[in-house]
């Protein structure tokens, strides 16, 4: 089979537009850490931020589908086939489980929304299409980021010729007082339509944002007038100590669009997410959700509603807690990260290369600061003279680049390999820094 | 459970141009047309585009799952439970069942492409986004639209800001000197990039493209270098004679960009559609299609790999063809097609009324011309005292709004409630032509 060649039309200004966006380079950073694992398959990565697979739960959670389906049947007094045939019908556009989420929610979060504000999404990244699709003038609008920040957001900003204005955060993440000066600094251009961030465990920093900020930054957005994008895929998983409140319960006055995932709770083939959009559209009384179902229904109709009755039969069973699905992931994900900083501390401790690290409280990435630069040709040489995969964080960076740090995925590897990794890596570290790297 | 009130941030601009994209009245005609029949349960509804419950095969389907990890344990030399595993990571962008796609297209649609020019996709309406964000400069490309149109193609235009230009279509669907002139017309202003219809069964006019007019349009398109796309949801279900070529098997050239859709097939709770782009790019040698993976990407991330396995275990299990599946299904459709027409021509047939209407080869709907305007009020009229409910034309109009006709269709209503639901149809008609139907 061969592609058509003569005369086919020009496939060339979108595309042209998509490097200007990312540049060559970059093009395609999304889909090579999804695939490098594939790419590599002899390395030991430290690059994707993928939950592990031996915790996966499918045909268990698959299963909770007849759960939710005998209770379908049992509230609205029809035959489970019935039921069945209706997951099979297209479905509600704003999704069919918003009270189970609004009530997990509440018992996870300590998040008190109705759950006519819940769109249920395929995955957190339709949740951001539909906030940058829906609420954004790109005419005028501008988006913040905390500066490194996740590629999804920034990636899909710019294919909507969103601007996007990074904020650098420190090492305990966004600081209010940045972000009000970039806010007043972005307002001559524009407006300042939305903040976005991953206050809890940041990818890809690792870094979780003190109360007393969460509580300020709130302050700032709210008298600024700049909705706060709060997305917590991994707020469940904390390591050493009780959680901080999210934004979202803190929010008493709708500054909060929050999006949430069971990608790391459940597992991430269920492309399960969700927006909550709990704030009041002009005098309509219905809240935002609903005026952006529009939205989800010119992306994907709706969420598949076998998936969300997989989700649903789950949260049923477990009384509305996803906390002992999550435990022993908790568990396991601890294990790793604790097994990161001992390897972390062996390799590079107390030597003279210069060589720091942060210690994440929870989730699944840390910052790792190097003495020099880390190239893309870095990336090659890692992966195939050492068998060690990791992620420049240069990739994550809006503004100034951070040359010298990479991001460092504990969530993938088992505790032994990791130990094993880290030696790797402090080989590298090792040959360049002496100049022997440089040869390869 | 209140919604935030105080000080909320003003959630006003993006909503004020949805309302300027589609008037008030038309912003929730999606959501309508998907959730009308649970708003009056009491009605008999021809105003859902909807395949028929009764014919769904949900827990069949959704247990080729099996099949294809067995056949995927058995060629990777895996454990079923390892690919388990693996359907519920983070997975390819653009889809796991490329080659069962590629192999049902050459066996049922005689659509000869490589796999890797296909794009899995949640619905038809994700691969539609995927083209418009992807292909198209909203600063001055423009999308033609054959007219009336699939709301979701328009809708989606005007919410991504591209200008879109109407090429109304007459009795036999758009005629090739008409998309000729209004593309000379339209390139006045910018660049034509697209041209979007569904040939075969169209909704909303139920009419088939003749082969002439495909050949004819095909050559217009590729003069103009105006990329074709071909949404085909419907191809499967011909009721009289054998299919027509699709645009996209008549393709030499590449300039048709092919939607395809298991919705009507199988289901459409699974929302798997894709798109098929095998343009080869600039002097790339890979096809459109992975370059529009970043695309994806940025929308969902990838499609539910269990939801592709389904499909790919039905595909395995019927060695490519989905035409033992389809063919009870189109019967069960043919026959609701005749009782309309049969139902139709006893109601209106011969009479003084001036009712007329076409009789579509195949597909969900037809087009019944009134001998008087279809007013919004009418809906609520026809539904709240006559107990039908039907879609008015001018919903699906970009141009002039048709406003004497409605669409009528007959995929979700069983033969005798055809019958039932014309004749409420034919007394409504009756009335408002006599002024009896003006008093309500």
């Known amino acids: ?29 999304m889909n090579f850490l999804n695939e490098v694992v594939m790419r590599f398959p002899e390395a030991i990565s430290f690059a994707p931020g993928r939950p592990l697979e031996s915790m996966f739960k499918v045909q268990q959670h698959l299963s909770a589908i007849e759960t939710y389906v005998q209770a379908c049947s049992a ?6 086939e019935a039921i069945w045939r209706e997951f099979g019908q297209y479905s509600l556009t704003n999704g069919i489980i918003s009270d189970l989420i609004a009530n997990h929610l509440e018992r996870d979060e300590s998040i008190h929304v109705p759950p006519s504000a819940i769109i249920t999404t ?13 609420l954004f003038d790109q005419a005028r609008d501008i988006l913040l980021v905390s500066d490194p920040t996740y590629i999804g957001i920034t990636g899909l900003a710019r294919l909507m010729n969103i601007r996007v204005v990074p904020v650098p955060a420190d090492a305990h993440g966004l600081e209010p007082n940045a972000v009000e000066r970039a806010i007043v600094h972005a307002s001559r251009d524009g407006r300042v339509r939305a903040l976005y961030d991953i206050p809890d465990f940041n990818n890809p920093l690792g870094t979780s944002l003190p109360l007393d900020r969460r509580i300020a930054l709130l302050d700032v957005c709210r008298r600024h007038d700049v909705l706060m994008i709060e997305d917590n895929p991994y707020g469940m998983f904390a390591y050493d100590h009780a959680r901080m409140p999210t934004l979202k319960a803190l929010d ?4 909060v669009l929050y999006i949430g995932s069971f990608s790391k709770t459940l597992f991430p083939g269920l492309r399960m997410g969700y927006l909550v959009a709990d704030q009041r559209v002009g005098s309509s009384a219905g809240p935002l959700a609903r005026a952006l179902s529009s939205v989800k229904s010119l992306l994907t109709v709706n969420t598949p509603p076998l998936l969300q009755a997989a989700v649903g039969g789950e949260l049923l069973r477990e009384g509305g807690s996803l906390e002992a699905i999550v435990a022993p992931k908790r568990a396991q994900y601890k294990k790793q990260r604790d097994a990161m900083l001992v390897a972390l501390a062996r390799t590079f401790g107390g030597g003279p290369q210069g060589v720091t690290w942060n210690a994440p409280a929870g989730g699944f990435f840390l910052t ?22 990791v992620s420049p964080m240069r990739f994550f960076c809006v503004g100034p680049p951070r040359t010298n740090q990479i991001r460092l995925s504990f969530s993938y590897v088992d505790p032994q390999r990791i130990a094993e990794g880290i030696e790797r890596l402090g080989a590298f570290v090792r040959d360049r820094v002496s100049g022997a790297g440089n040869r390869h």
Do not use: H, W
Not at 122 to 134: D, F, N, P, S
Not at 252 to 255: C, K, V
Not at 368 to 389: M, R, S
């Open 1 to 29: 089979m061969t592609l058509p060649s003569a005369a086919a039309p020009a496939i060339t200004s979108r595309e042209v537009v998509l490097k200007e966006c990312f540049g060559d380079e970059l093009l395609d950073v």
């Open 75 to 80: 509230r609205k007094g029809c035959s489970p």
């Open 252 to 255: 008493e006055r709708g500054t």
């Open 368 to 389: 790792l600061t190097l003495p020099f630069a880390f190239e893309t040709a870095d990336l090659q040489i890692c992966a195939g003279k050492y068998g060690v995969i």
């Open 122 to 134: 395929v995955g957190a990244q339709e949740a951001m299409a539909i906030v940058l699709t829906g």
